[in-house]
């Protein structure tokens, strides 16, 4: 099976900086796109970020400039470096990646259990 844990959430100020990290393991083959959703208390999950195997980019407008996306194929593991921090950043991440486990398989969906990013004075 696949595990997906993301870690470096928490409380930071309004204007500041944090670094997630996304790491998968377990029985893979390769990992196609791999995607950072976030999610407010009462709201629809919403994609945030995404990037390809070949390391093509994707942002959704809210969090362009702001949010930069990232991946180690040699680790398994994806990052995703976030400035300027706002209130309304303020959402539980996600990690999500779409996993091969053989080269005869297909391509299956996992997700992580979440990190909570909070921004407050």
């Known amino acids: 099976q696949v595990q997906l844990a993301e870690s470096g959430g928490g409380l930071v100020q309004p204007g500041g900086s944090l670094r997630l990290s996304c790491a998968a393991s377990g029985t893979i083959f390769s990992i196609g796109t791999m995607r950072w959703y976030r999610q407010a208390p009462g709201k629809q999950r919403e994609l945030a970020a995404f990037?390809?195997?070949?390391?093509?980019?994707g942002y959704t407008d809210s969090v362009k400039g702001r949010f930069s996306i990232s991946r180690d194929n040699a680790k398994n593991k994806m990052y995703l470096q976030i400035h300027s921090l706002k209130p309304d950043d303020t959402d539980v991440y996600y990690c999500?990646?779409?996993?091969?486990?053989?080269?005869?398989?297909?391509?299956?969906?996992?997700w992580g259990q979440g990190t909570q990013v909070t921004v407050s004075s």
């Open positions: 990037i390809t195997p070949d390391g093509r980019e």
């Open positions: 999500n990646a779409e996993v091969l486990l053989s080269s005869s398989s297909h391509f299956r969906d996992y």
